[in-house]
C-alpha cells in the first residue's frame, strides 16, 4: 500500500529479492508467492492488484505491459493425482508483450514476443509472437503487426 514507485521498487528490490529491470514499475498491491523467483526486465508495467508467482520461475520480458488484477500462476495441485500432488513449471513472458485485465495465466506457459493477451482470457498453453488471444482458455483471434518500438510511461499526468 506504498504510494511510491520509488520506495515500492526499492523494497520489491532489496527487501524482497524481485529482480526489476530500469525503468519498470509495479504498481500497489500488487502481491506475490516466492518474490525472489521473479525476475522482470527494463521499461516494464505491472498493474495494480497483479498476482505474481514465482515459486517455479516467472519472467518477464523488456516493455511488457500489464494491466489491472492479471494473476500468473507457476504451481498448482493435478487433480486426477490420488494425494492432489503439485506440478507446475516456469512461466516467461518475452518482450513487448501485452497483458489485458484480469488475465489468468497458468503454469509453465511462454507468452511469445508481442503478443496481446485479451482482457478476462485464461491462458492455458504458449502463445505464438504477435498474434492476440483470448478466451476461456485463450484462442487464436488475430496476427498483430510486428515492428514495435515502444517504451511503457508509468509517469501519468493523473498520478
Not at 508467482?53 to 504451481?75: F, K, P
Not at 493477451?117 to 491462458?123: C, E, I, K, S
Request: charged fraction near 15%.
Amino acid at each position: 500500500l506504498v504510494p511510491s514507485h520509488r520506495v515500492r521498487r526499492f523494497l520489491y528490490r532489496h527487501v524482497f529479492g524481485v529482480t526489476i529491470g530500469r525503468g519498470s514499475a509495479i504498481h500497489w498491491q500488487c502481491r506475490f508467492f516466492a518474490p525472489q523467483g521473479v525476475s522482470i526486465g527494463d521499461n516494464t508495467i505491472i498493474g495494480n492488484n497483479a498476482f505474481l508467482d514465482g515459486r517455479c520461475g516467472l519472467s518477464i520480458g523488456n516493455r511488457v505491459i500489464t494491466a489491472s488484477e492479471v494473476a500468473i500462476y507457476t504451481l498448482q495441485h493435478d487433480i486426477d493425482d490420488p494425494l492432489f500432488a503439485h506440478v507446475g513449471g516456469p512461466v516467461v513472458i518475452e518482450d513487448y508483450v501485452y497483458i489485458g485485465p484480469r488475465v489468468i495465466i497458468l503454469p509453465g506457459v511462454r507468452v511469445c514476443e508481442g503478443a496481446v493477451v485479451a482482457a478476462g482470457a485464461v491462458v492455458t498453453r504458449d502463445v505464438a509472437a504477435y498474434t492476440l488471444v483470448g478466451g476461456v482458455p485463450a484462442r487464436f483471434i488475430r496476427e498483430r503487426p510486428r515492428q514495435l518500438m515502444y517504451v511503457p510511461d508509468f509517469q501519468m499526468p493523473f498520478q
